[in-house]
C-alpha cells in the first residue's frame, strides 16, 4: 500500500463518527492548552518567588560548588553534601552549567542535576535523603554518652533481642 493509498484509507469510513471525533479532538486539544496555561502561569510564579541560578562554579582550593543567584545569595556546599554528587571526582566537577530557566545546575561529565528551588527548600537534597544523611552522622557519633551507654549494654548482654509473636 503507497502513500496515497493511505491517505485515501484514512479519509474512508463512516462519516457519521466523523463529527464525534473531530469534537473529542477538539476537546483533547482544549485541555492541553489549558494545561499549558496553568504550567505557564505556575512557571511566571516560580520565578517571581525563587532566584535563579546566574553563575556556578567548583572551587577547588575550597573543594566547594558556588553558585550565584539573581537575589546576589551565595550558595557553596561541599560537593559530598548533595545527592549525586557524593562520590564525584574534582574533574567531574569542573564543567557546570545553568539551565535557562536558572532552576537547574547540570553536571554534565556526571549527568547530575540539582534543582535550586530543591537546594533552598531541603538544602541539598530531598528531606527524605537529608534525614538518612543525618542519621548517618549521628550514628558515627562517638561522645562519651554514646560510648557510656554502648558499654552498660554491653554488660547486659547487648540489645534486647526482638520478641516474635505469632
Known amino acids: ?3 496515497g493509498d493511505k ?3 484514512l479519509g474512508q469510513g463512516n462519516s457519521a463518527s466523523k463529527p464525534k471525533r473531530l469534537g473529542i479532538v477538539i ?5 492541553l492548552r489549558d494545561n ?5 502561569q505556575r512557571a511566571q510564579e516560580l520565578q517571581e518567588a525563587v532566584p535563579q541560578a546566574v553563575s556556578a562554579h567548583y572551587d577547588r582550593k575550597s573543594g566547594h560548588i558556588v553558585i550565584a543567584l539573581g537575589s546576589k545569595l551565595i550558595l557553596s556546599f561541599s560537593p559530598h553534601d548533595a545527592r549525586g554528587l557524593e562520590n564525584a571526582k574534582p574533574s567531574q566537577l569542573d564543567e557546570i552549567e545553568i539551565t535557562p530557566s536558572g532552576f537547574g545546575i547540570h553536571f554534565p561529565k556526571l549527568d547530575a542535576d540539582l534543582y535550586v528551588p530543591g537546594l533552598l527548600e531541603g538544602f541539598l537534597g530531598s528531606k527524605k535523603w537529608m ?21 552498660a549494654n554491653g554488660r547486659l548482654g547487648g540489645r534486647p533481642r526482638k520478641v516474635v509473636r505469632g
Do not use: H, I, W
Open 7 to 9: 491517505l485515501l484509507f
Open 36 to 40: 499549558f496555561e496553568l504550567a505557564n
Open 131 to 151: 534525614a538518612s544523611r543525618l542519621g548517618q552522622v549521628g550514628g558515627q557519633s562517638r561522645s562519651r554518652a554514646k560510648r557510656a551507654a554502648s558499654k
Open 1 to 3: 500500500m503507497g502513500y
Open 27 to 31: 476537546e483533547q486539544f482544549m485541555a
